[in-house]
């Protein structure tokens, strides 16, 4: 179990938006910078989102990220099938004085 | 232009050791604060712990305290990551990651990972 709450999958057709949330608390999402990591099988993670709503250079922008208190959304809009892969969140801890990740969501495209 | 580049897999018995190193190049080690992350098998990411740049000290996740140590060479712009007491809990695939920024904005390069077999 992690302190941060994701959904083990998520799903949609090719040019649809999905979402995935991810929930924590105080100590962490409501306190610290919320990054998003894409992982593809085999491969080490990429940072795909940082301190919320920002795009490293290179990632395209139907990938967005949004912050509400203790709350965070990835939003990939305009679903490709090269999208499917698995998705972390992550943030700092104030209270684990760690860095923690969610336990991953598994996008799929049908 | 980051790259770090991790040495080759593991195969260990339980009880032993291993250390997994890290080669920065495109930047010095002196300019990033490095981070390891192990994945198990089918499962989540997990952080391990690394250099903390606002006290200047190594700081570790609670869960591998007083089994892992991290070191860098700056000679060499070398992170090496030991863990001991190696358990089969422990295999999985070890990356380095590192940023020039505090954490908190994310680790923007990672290493191609170690993967660690720990048998009998």
């Known amino acids: 179990q992690s302190v941060l709450t994701q959904p083990p999958s998520a799903s949609g057709t090719p040019g649809q938006r999905v979402t995935i949330s991810c929930s924590g608390s105080s100590s962490n999402i409501g306190g610290n910078a919320l990054n998003w990591y894409q992982q593809f099988p085999g491969m080490a993670p990429k940072l795909l989102i940082y301190?919320?709503?920002q795009r490293p250079s290179g990632v395209p922008d139907r990938f967005s990220g949004s912050k509400s208190g203790t709350s965070a959304s990835l939003a990939i809009s305009g679903l490709q099938s090269e999208d499917e892969a698995d998705y972390y969140c992550?943030?700092?801890?104030?209270?684990?004085?760690?860095?923690?990740f969610g336990i991953g969501t598994t996008v799929t495209v049908l | 232009q980051v790259q770090l580049v991790q040495s080759g897999a593991e195969v260990k018995k339980p009880g032993a050791s291993v250390k997994v190193s890290c080669k920065v190049s495109?930047?010095?080690?002196?300019?990033?604060?490095m981070y390891w992350v192990r994945q198990a098998p089918g499962k989540g990411l997990e952080w391990m712990g690394g250099?903390?740049?606002?006290?200047?000290?190594?700081i570790y996740a609670q869960k591998f305290q007083g089994r892992v140590i991290m070191t860098e060479d700056t000679s060499t712009d070398t992170a090496y990551m030991e863990l001991r007491s190696l358990r089969s809990e422990d295999t999985g695939v070890y990356y380095c990651?590192?940023?020039?920024?505090?954490?908190?904005?994310?680790?923007?390069?990672w290493g191609q990972g170690t993967t660690v077999t720990v048998s009998s």
């Open positions: 301190s919320n709503t």
């Open positions: 990651a590192s940023t020039i920024r505090p954490l908190f904005y994310g680790m923007d390069d």
């Open positions: 495109g930047y010095s080690l002196t300019e990033l604060s």
């Open positions: 992550a943030a700092w801890d104030d209270s684990l004085n760690a860095y923690v």
């Open positions: 250099f903390d740049p606002q006290d200047g000290e190594t």
